[in-house]
């Protein structure tokens, strides 16, 4: 059976001695995990920092009380049994992972970690019959319920409305310096800087299928470049505008989309019927990148029309003048 399961036991096959043991490794590796989350958010997020050192402490001290109930009734050795060495165990996930994904991802990890040990307890104490061992994963239950308890709790004493607004702030800063400033710019740059090519390319030759090339050929070039030159020139360390593989990504995958939107529609055998689709994918295009300036970098909607409409139809004429002259 050990076989089967790589190694691993069965959770209904440990001693309730294996159990405690498995329950104090578990509060040590959660009050870790809590401290690690409060190290990593303390420049940014001051107050969630606080209720995670909060919570890193109350896991700590579940971890005593096991470690005395545990040398009362089984002597002082802890043998090592861990999440991993057991079968279905609940998981959890790297620390690394989690961060990157923001505030909210952290907290709603948090919120998982309980939920996921007090079901894992509860449900374990309905499948054994040992009245002393269902008593066992019974406390540890509650006591996981009471950890949620303990987080709002926390949360109330330290995220007031000052302190819940001044973070929201950070997050929205955060979001529009690594995602939609990088993304921002690859679209401008992916839809307005391939117009030319595409278009010019267009009337000059009256055939899809080599339109069709070029505009793959630009969109995909200019993609690759973009993101490799927003996460070249800034590492994000200085300027505060996050993780450079992010914002590389961002910038590289908008600019691409904005060069195929509207090469795409010489996938269309009729060269009429393509160009015209291709510039009413234009169109929405500039209409989205306005709308963008406007929704997240608060640009007057009018000055962002000017600025993009008007720069990509002349950029778009100027395409059309070349490819047909």
């Known amino acids: 059976m ?17 159990m405690l043991a498995l329950a104090i490794s578990s509060e040590e590796d959660d009050a870790r995990i809590y401290a690690d989350y409060a190290a990593r958010l303390d ?14 402490e109350e896991e700590d001290r579940h971890r005593r009380r096991l470690l005395d ?10 043998p090592l049994i861990r999440r991993e060495h057991v079968a279905g165990y609940y998981a959890r996930r790297p620390t690394w992972l989690v961060d990157q994904l923001g505030i909210e991802r952290i907290r709603a990890e948090a919120e998982r970690m309980e939920e996921d040990a007090a079901r894992f307890y509860e449900l374990a104490a309905k499948r054994t019959s040992d009245a002393d061992t269902r008593k066992l994963l019974g406390d540890l239950a509650q006591q996981e319920r009471g950890h949620q ?4 709790h926390l949360a109330d004493a330290n995220l007031g409305s000052d302190a819940q607004a001044t973070e929201a702030d950070t997050a929205r800063r955060k979001l529009i310096l690594t995602w939609v400033q990088p993304g921002l710019a690859g679209l401008m740059d992916g839809s307005v800087s391939t117009l030319a090519p ?19 050929a630009a969109a995909i070039g200019a993609g690759i470049s973009m993101g490799f030159t927003e996460a070249a020139h800034d590492d994000g360390v200085i300027s505060g505008r996050g993780s450079p593989l992010k914002r590389g990504l961002a910038s590289g995958v908008m600019t691409a989309v904005g060069g195929l939107g509207h090469a795409l529609p010489y996938l269309i055998g009729d060269f009429w019927t393509a160009t015209a689709i291709a510039a009413l994918v234009v169109v929405v295009e500039l209409w989205a990148i306005a709308w963008i300036q406007n929704r997240f970098m608060e640009t007057p909607m009018m000055r962002a029309i000017v600025q993009v409409v008007v720069g990509g139809a002349l950029v778009f004429a100027a395409g059309v ?3 047909g002259a």
């Open 321 to 323: 003048l070349i490819g």
């Open 198 to 216: 595409i278009f010019a390319t267009a009337f000059a030759t009256q055939n899809s299928h080599t339109t069709l090339l070029v505009g793959l």
């Open 43 to 56: 420049a940014d997020y001051p107050a969630s920092a606080t209720v995670f050192r909060g919570m890193a």
């Open 69 to 78: 109930l545990f040398a009362r009734r089984f002597g002082p050795h802890v």
């Open 2 to 18: 050990l076989s089967l399961l790589g190694g691993r036991r069965r959770f209904d096959d440990l001693s309730e001695r294996e």
């Open 149 to 152: 308890a303990t987080a709002d």
